[in-house]
């Protein structure tokens, strides 16, 4: 199973011969440090914890500098885990490159969307509101009415207004169009989740 971890950078568009345009999200993929390798005996289950980004080791706290010593590595900026079947087959310290994909591999990517704040019950659920005529002066944009006269409460679950976006999103199906080595540059298709610079999960669908 192939996986890393990337940084998104912008939308662009890819041209085939044909003449064909494909929407595409450039990704800084890599390369990622194997940090920790987690076991079922030691751990209770298989995964592979990844290193990625630099930052300040004034920001990073003195244990967590301690953990990615053993990687050689003290200013990671992210760590994230992957499950995987094969521990045995990765190892402290290893790099992981944008080569463990190739150009029409289908992928799943997971990243946080864009945080869009306080927002009403028309932007976040997409309700239509009230009417405008009709003895309605303030309420266009209003929920309406949020419950019964029976139980005196409001459900649990009930679309309101609060924050909106901040949400893990994760999307599948998606395809390598370009893979550019050099660079450690992945085109996706479609649009990914997140503002630029969003930490982007990317694995590959068997």
Known sequence: MAFILGKKIEMSQVFSQSGDVTPVTLVEAGPVVVVQV????????????????????????????GHMKKAKQ????????????????FHVGDSIDVSVFKEGDKITVSACSKGKGFQGVVKRHGFHGGPRTHGQKHSEREAGSIGAT?????????????????????????????????????????????????????????
């Open 38 to 65: 987690k076991t079922v005996d030691k751990d209770g289950y298989n995964a592979v914890q990844l290193g990625f980004g630099q930052k300040s080791q004034r920001s990073i706290l003195k244990p967590q500098r």
């Open 74 to 89: 003290e200013s990671l900026r992210w760590l994230k885990e992957f499950r995987v079947s094969n521990p045995e087959d």
């Open 150 to 206: 029976g139980p005196q409460r409001v459900f649990k679950g009930k679309k309101m207004p609060g924050r909106m976006g901040g949400d893990r999103v994760t999307l599948k199906n998606l395809k390598i169009i370009k893979s550019d080595r050099a660079k450690n540059i992945l085109a996706i298709s479609g649009a990914i989740p997140g503002r630029r610079g969003t930490l982007i999960e990317i694995k590959k669908q068997s």
